[in-house]
């Protein structure tokens, strides 16, 4: 499968955000990723499971949520990425930016957001329910989305380490708010983020099946 790659510059608002593109021809649907807790488009974890992605014909966005001012300084304050509605905008922006492009906006569309991020692509999910098929939180804090939960119409699935307790019950209160369709799968022996042997892959299986099912063009 020949897959093109692209660095592009994203504009959202005011701002213009970094992202890398993976396109493969054909491509059956996107996914847009938002990166949490201090993450980049360079997230190592995120990489691998845009490579699944795109091995199953799925293009991949994956894009700084933060300029590059604001992660300079969150690095040392950390102020900026537990700002939801800031990162949720920014996720919405993506989103109608990504629709925008003549390209890539007839693509259906998937979000991937891991940790915060996964806040931010069910407040875009919220905001977008036209735009936005499916959803994907891994390792997520699903909860910090609040009132935007009962909004989002897209298949959301969670993904949550078995050796997570705290998290597997946010994210099951987060569920509960939902009036999607929704599903959560826990990973055995996983901690937070999915470092022992095996279980990366195991949830980047599990989101890959997700986006095939509920993605098409």
Known sequence: MNIEHREL???????????????????????????????????????????????????????????????????????????IPRLGDRMTATVDWLKSQADLGVLSLGLFGASTGAAAALIAAAARPVEVAAVVSRGGRPDLAAASLPLVQAPTLFIVGGLDGPVIDLNRGAAGRLRCEHHMEIVPGATHLFEEPGTLEQAAGHARDWFVKYLSS
């Open 9 to 83: 510059d994203i504009q959202a608002g005011t701002l213009s955000l970094p992202g890398i593109l993976a396109l493969p021809s054909p491509a059956r649907g996107i996914v847009v990723f938002a990166h949490g807790s201090g993450s980049s488009r360079f997230s190592s974890r995120n990489r691998f499971v845009a490579d699944l992605l795109n091995r199953a014909g799925l293009a991949t966005l994956l894009f700084d949520l933060l300029s590059a001012e604001e992660h300079e300084v969150d690095q040392f304050t950390r102020e900026y990425r537990f700002d």
